[in-house]
């Protein structure tokens, strides 16, 4: 089955500054890799998402880089702010296999600090 | 969007009762939802699929028996924890996934969660 590997698993930045988390998959078939953000007790927010297709995707301070050939992909947080402070996962799933529920494989999350 | 709730947000029972926790898409139909279970600062741990009109998959190492999911129809989907002990004691989301979006079907989006205590 599919591992995916994350690191850091804490991370302090200044506000303004950037953040990079990344991760690793095992899997040479998993196709879509979705960012979640989960602040303390809520529910896990997607917040930016990359098929197989592209190398990069990008949403206001958000980006999101994939390699397959190394097989690890990558979250860049620009422009940090207090409110980015949460926990991000990764993770990874072959989309658009019947039967399997496209079950998503998370890795084991960083925690961020933005700190003021 | 999708909008996915959970009921109760909050549980507390005594040890050897069985508690039944409800995942609904409220605006979209789910032929498929996905239960996990929640170590504080731990990664989310896919307990079974929940398919809509057929038995649920459950991951190796969680017994059926014990954690029994029932998914009766397109927006509901429910995980009863039988005989609960407190090692149960855990936060439990699901997550539910839009088939009829025009976008990434492989989508899911998560509840709010429910955080149970077993005494």
């Known amino acids: 089955g599919e591992n995916v590997e994350q690191h850091p698993s804490t991370l302090s930045v200044q506000e303004g500054d950037s953040a990079v988390i990344k991760c690793t998959y095992s899997?040479?078939?998993?196709?879509?890799f979705p960012w979640y953000k989960q602040e303390l007790g809520k529910r896990p927010q997607l917040i930016i998402d990359?098929?197989?297709?592209?190398g990069e995707k990008k949403d206001q301070r958000i980006a999101v880089t994939l390699n397959k050939t190394a097989k690890h992909f990558s979250l860049h947080i620009t422009e940090t702010q207090p409110e980015d402070s949460a926990v991000y996962f990764c993770?990874?799933?072959?989309?658009?296999?019947?039967?399997?529920?496209?079950?998503?494989?998370f890795g084991t999350g960083t925690q961020l600090k933005v700190e003021l | 969007g999708a909008v996915v709730s959970q009921h109760p947000s909050r549980v507390i029972c005594k040890s050897g009762t069985s508690v039944k926790i409800e995942c609904r898409s409220l605006?979209?139909?789910?032929?498929?939802m996905f239960w996990y279970r929640q170590f504080p600062k731990k990664s989310l741990m896919l307990m079974a699929t929940?398919?809509?009109?057929?038995?649920?998959?459950?991951e190796q190492g969680v017994e059926k028996d014990k954690f029994l999911i029932n998914h009766a129809s397109l927006t509901l989907s429910t995980l009863t924890v039988t005989s609960a002990h407190p090692e149960d004691s855990s936060f439990y989301i699901c997550?539910?996934?839009?088939?009829?979006?025009?976008?990434?079907?492989?989508?899911?989006?998560f509840g709010p969660g429910t955080r149970l205590l077993v005494l």
């Open positions: 997550s539910a996934r839009d088939l009829a979006a025009s976008g990434v079907q492989e989508t899911q989006y």
């Open positions: 899997d040479s078939a998993s196709n879509y």
């Open positions: 990359i098929r197989s297709n592209v």
């Open positions: 993770a990874a799933t072959r989309a658009g296999v019947t039967g399997g529920g496209n079950k998503l494989t």
């Open positions: 605006d979209f139909q789910a032929t498929t």
């Open positions: 929940s398919n809509e009109g057929s038995k649920a998959t459950y």
